[in-house]
């Protein structure tokens, strides 16, 4: 199509600007006068570029800049050593054992998420809003110890709502073909709302900072990372190396499992017969399950599994090369974009079956195992795996759960949701659903 329709369609929806081909295609070529771009859904191309040589693909600096006025050096943009660096010291805060710890804090945002949802019964809800509001009070609580009725809290979760709309995660400059040098893209607004956002991240990270010198800091995942020491270098993370990681923990940490979870939910919504069973599962864990039984909601780990699949909240990701590469016949120069796209390769006709379908089910199907293996990647894959995938796949199965124990669902069929992507994938006009008590 022209250049001139392709940033007309790109402008009003990244996702519906893609020919309807590279559902089915391994490869695709988008040549531009400045640089080459190719989209990757053949799995062990996708394999080389994020496993097994992810040092020779770093990130794209075209991505990063759009970024970079709200994330700073935070570890999404980062390459090289730097990035290694930090990965050591944020990883510890994100394992397993410590991940059991952080739980108590989910827990109690996701009561608070159900009260407030329990208070809307009988009403036809804007569910995106629910989860953002609970996503980020998850991620205020395990990082701050504080709830998001907390002032300063408010302050960063509204601030953060207006960024998102000003700033896709894909901005325009990855995919037009303009020289590096041509300034655009950066909006007013979206660089005062970064600037807005740092500076209350600062607040919380300085005020952070002296408790821990006092020693009366709650034991969250701020303190954990706050004095945790690079176990090559010996060093910590200064305030200001903090607020970058703290905007990132904020932006990829609420964002993605919010967009998750809406659409989790309106899938069980348009599909009675699994939210039954859900619900039958949450109420057969009783009142208060804790951390071990989290792995006993098989059927609510499927069902968010399949959300996932189905919309990624990341719809795309892309890397650069840093010399001359030969994928599938073709050379690509350096500096050339390559993109990853979980939109794409989770719908792909040649590896899917049903790819369209909502079925959970599949999971334990030969074809959804080999699928999960090769070519399923909502956080990515290889050492930049997303830090947070374990904390999403606790906190999104545990909400999911808790909600449809109480909680019936339905969709309305005047208001089928569109996809868009804004910085995470979401419903153009929000997801309505009717709630009742079950
Ligand atoms: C359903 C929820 C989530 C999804 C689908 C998701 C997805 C992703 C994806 C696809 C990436 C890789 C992006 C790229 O390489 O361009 C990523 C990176 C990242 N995510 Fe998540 N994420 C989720 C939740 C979280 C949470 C809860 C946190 C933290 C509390 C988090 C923190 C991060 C960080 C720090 C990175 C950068 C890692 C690096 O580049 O080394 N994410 N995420």
């Given at each position: 199509?022209s250049l001139r329709?392709?940033v007309?369609?790109?402008r ?14 391994w490869?695709?070529e988008?040549?531009t006068?400045?640089?080459r771009?190719?989209l990757i859904?053949q799995p ?6 994020l496993k ?6 770093p990130k794209?600096g075209?991505?990063?800049?759009g ?6 050096d935070?570890v999404?943009l980062?390459?090289?050593?730097l990035?290694q660096?930090?990965?050591?010291i944020?990883?510890?805060a ?6 059991r710890e952080t739980?108590?804090a989910m ?8 009260a ?5 019964t ?5 569910i995106e809003?629910?989860?953002s509001h609970a996503?980020?009070?998850i991620?205020?609580?395990?990082l ?14 509204h ?5 998102q709309?000003t700033q896709?995660?894909?901005n325009?400059a990855a ?6 040098w041509?300034?655009r893209f950066f909006?007013?607004d979206?660089?005062?709302a ?11 990270t300085?005020?952070?900072r002296?408790?821990?010198?006092a020693?009366r800091a709650?034991?969250d995942l ?8 690079d176990?090559?270098?010996?060093e910590?993370?200064s ?12 932006l ?6 919010a967009?998750a979870l809406?659409?989790?939910?309106y899938l069980?919504?348009?599909h009675?017969?699994?939210?039954e069973r859900l619900?039958e599962e949450?109420?057969a864990?009783?009142?208060a399950?804790?951390f071990a039984d989290?792995s006993k909601?098989k059927?609510?780990?499927d069902v ?9 909240p990341?719809?795309?990701?892309v890397r650069?090369?840093t010399?001359?590469e030969?994928?599938?016949d ?12 979980p939109w794409?390769?989770h719908?792909?006709e040649?590896l899917w ?6 079925d959970?089910?599949r999971?334990s ?6 699928c ?7 956080f ?9 995938a374990?904390?999403?796949m ?5 909400m999911?759960s808790?909600?449809?124990r109480?909680l ?5 069929p005047?208001?089928?949701p ?7 994938v ?6 309505h659903?009717?709630?009742?008590r079950r």
């Amino acid at each position: 199509m022209s250049l001139r329709r392709y940033v007309k369609l790109f402008r009003a929806d990244i996702l519906s600007a893609q020919p309807a081909r590279l559902y089915r295609a391994w490869m695709a070529e988008f040549k531009t006068p400045f640089f080459r771009s190719y989209l990757i859904n053949q799995p062990d191309l996708v394999k080389t570029v994020l496993k097994d040589r992810p040092l020779d693909f770093p990130k794209s600096g075209r991505i990063s800049e759009g970024l970079r006025p709200l994330l700073g050096d935070s570890v999404f943009l980062t390459n090289g050593a730097l990035w290694q660096k930090q990965r050591r010291i944020i990883d510890p805060a994100f394992e397993g054992g410590r991940l059991r710890e952080t739980y108590p804090a989910m827990w109690e945002a996701a009561q608070a998420a159900l009260a407030r949802l329990t208070a809307r019964t009988g009403e036809v809800v804007e569910i995106e809003e629910q989860t953002s509001h609970a996503a980020a009070d998850i991620i205020f609580r395990t990082l701050f110890s504080i709830p998001i009725e907390d002032a300063l809290a408010q302050k960063v979760f509204h601030e953060f709502r207006a960024y998102q709309r000003t700033q896709p995660i894909l901005n325009l400059a990855a995919f037009l073909p303009l020289p590096r040098w041509m300034p655009r893209f950066f909006r007013a607004d979206t660089k005062a709302a970064a600037k807005r956002i740092r500076g209350l991240i600062t607040e919380l990270t300085e005020r952070r900072r002296a408790e821990i010198a006092a020693g009366r800091a709650p034991d969250d995942l701020a303190t954990k990372i706050m004095t945790t020491r690079d176990p090559e270098t010996g060093e910590r993370f200064s305030t200001e190396e903090m607020v970058d990681q703290v905007a990132i923990f904020f932006l990829a940490g609420h964002e993605t499992s919010a967009s998750a979870l809406a659409w989790a939910l309106y899938l069980v919504a348009t599909h009675p017969e699994w939210q039954e069973r859900l619900a039958e599962e949450a109420q057969a864990l009783g009142d208060a399950p804790d951390f071990a039984d989290i792995s006993k909601l098989k059927l609510s780990r499927d069902v968010f599994r399949e959300a996932l699949r189905l919309y990624p909240p990341v719809p795309m990701m892309v890397r650069e090369t840093t010399c001359p590469e030969r994928f599938r016949d073709r050379d690509l120069p350096r500096g050339a974009q390559v993109v990853l796209s979980p939109w794409h390769q989770h719908r792909h006709e040649r590896l899917w079956d049903n790819p369209d379908g909502f079925d959970p089910a599949r999971w334990s199907t030969e074809n959804g195992r080999q699928c999960m293996r090769e070519a399923y990647m909502p956080f990515s894959a290889g050492p930049r795996v997303c830090t947070g995938a374990g904390f999403a796949m606790v906190e999104g199965v545990l909400m999911l759960s808790l909600i449809l124990r109480d909680l019936k669902l339905t969709a309305l069929p005047d208001k089928v949701p569109e996809p868009v992507a804004f910085l995470t994938v979401r419903a153009r006009d929000g997801i309505h659903l009717a709630v009742d008590r079950r």
